[in-house]
């Protein structure tokens, strides 16, 4: 992971979920928990919830070096189980738990600003109306939250 952030001057890190389903909540979790970690004026925090094509104006605006999205994403991996992927890929396209593939907003997005994309993705045990995250999950977040702190705090 620290290879994709080598060369960053301006990272923004976008949190995609729906906090009231369960493990869809990873993505705006694990921002939330780095909002109140990580201070460095080099990095933009933003919760999108569940339309990232909402922010698509302030993640131009920002002029990022890096994009990075985190979300639950199934990819038929362990519960939990994190993977790295290019968002204008496979994973990008078909199985995020949101309306808008992000393959079209990664699409749209670098018609407008020179940037590097990743997609930080947690396969979700449960994603049911009102239930609470897995322990899979949290475990999983709280990992990449420590790794995420010390990137984004060396930047």
Do not use: W
Request: charged share 25%; hydrophobic share 45%.
């Amino acid at each position: 992971m620290e290879e994709f952030f080598k060369g960053a001057k301006k990272v923004v890190v976008c949190g995609i979920g729906n906090d009231v389903r369960g493990d869809d909540a990873f993505g705006v979790y694990v921002v939330e928990m780095l909002k109140e970690r990580v201070s460095n004026p080099k990095v933009v925090f933003l919760n999108c919830g569940e339309m990232p094509e909402s922010y698509a104006g302030k993640i131009i605006r920002e002029n990022p070096t890096h994009v990075v999205f985190v979300d639950a994403v199934h990819f038929e991996g362990k519960p939990g189980e994190i993977v790295l992927a290019n968002p204008e890929g496979t994973l990008g396209e078909a199985f995020s738990t949101h309306k808008m593939p992000l393959k079209l907003l990664v699409s749209y997005l670098k018609e407008h600003i020179n940037a590097k994309f990743i997609l930080i993705g947690a396969q979700p045990k449960q994603t049911g109306l009102f239930v609470e995250m897995s322990e899979e999950l949290k475990e999983s977040a709280e990992k990449l939250v420590s790794i995420l702190e010390r990137i984004l705090a060396e930047i």
